[in-house]
């Protein structure tokens, strides 16, 4: 049965406002799941201006710059309470947030998480590039298990009563530079990488991103209202 959803581009959005509307969303989906007509998801696309996030499990030295630093570069940084480690976000990476209710869903947390690197995975595949899963880590990887692996979409996530939030990040456009002051999702032997980087030229954003909107929409059988 398609699940009932709603699509939402927020467009360039600073971190902290798109974070407040996550969790006002999901909020809402929580209170209303003992009520007989249930909310429909939210799948929500933005852009972020330069800003590094530190998950649960992360270690605040995975930041390798002080916060003078920071100012130069004009990035900000905050703590989250998604799962996974430190990761950066800025202008030309689709960050997605899928705000979904996986009882509706019918699925576990594992195949909520595999259902989005599969759709990542088919959105690069119409480009002709190849990914994988990686394993012991989640997100979609470039080359995986060779010494060359590198990771082009983040996944880090919170869940609560069944209810989604946080998402993922894909590398579109983005400027790799910005990933060289951390150890991106802790990881200090693994490289990041774009799609502008492996097909040695700038996309269409708005293109990838409706390609990707289409891919999760098929994926996880979204009806979307």
């Not at 130069?72 to 030309?92: C, F, L, M, V």
């Not at 010494?147 to 579109?172: D, E, Q, W």
Request: a negative charge.
């Amino acid at each position: 049965m398609a699940y009932p959803s709603e699509y939402i581009d927020l467009g360039l959005i600073e971190y902290k406002e798109a974070w407040e509307k996550q969790e006002a969303f999901n909020e809402e989906i929580r209170n209303n799941k003992n009520k007989q007509s249930s909310l429909p998801g939210k799948l929500i696309f933005c852009e972020h201006p330069h800003v590094y996030t530190l998950g649960r499990s992360g270690e605040q030295n995975n930041l390798l710059i002080k916060d003078e630093f920071l100012k130069k570069i004009n990035a900000t940084y905050y703590q989250s309470n998604r799962g996974g480690d430190i990761t950066y976000h800025g202008p030309g990476q689709i960050v997605g947030y899928p705000i979904f209710d996986l009882e509706a869903l019918n699925m576990g947390v594992k195949d909520y998480i595999h259902k989005v690197e599969d759709a990542i995975i088919l959105t690069l595949g119409e480009y002709g590039i190849v990914s994988s899963r990686l394993d012991g880590a989640t997100g979609v990887w470039l080359d995986a298990g060779t010494p060359n692996t590198r990771k082009i979409c983040a996944i880090g996530v919170k869940i609560s009563r069944y209810v989604t939030m946080h998402g993922f990040a894909l590398n579109v456009n983005t400027d790799l530079k910005y990933f060289s002051y951390i150890n991106p999702c802790g990881f200090i032997d693994k490289g990041v990488t774009s799609m502008e980087k492996e097909l040695g030229e700038k996309l269409d954003f708005e293109e990838v991103k409706s390609i990707l909107r289409k891919k999760i929409e098929s994926t996880f059988l979204l009806d979307v209202q």
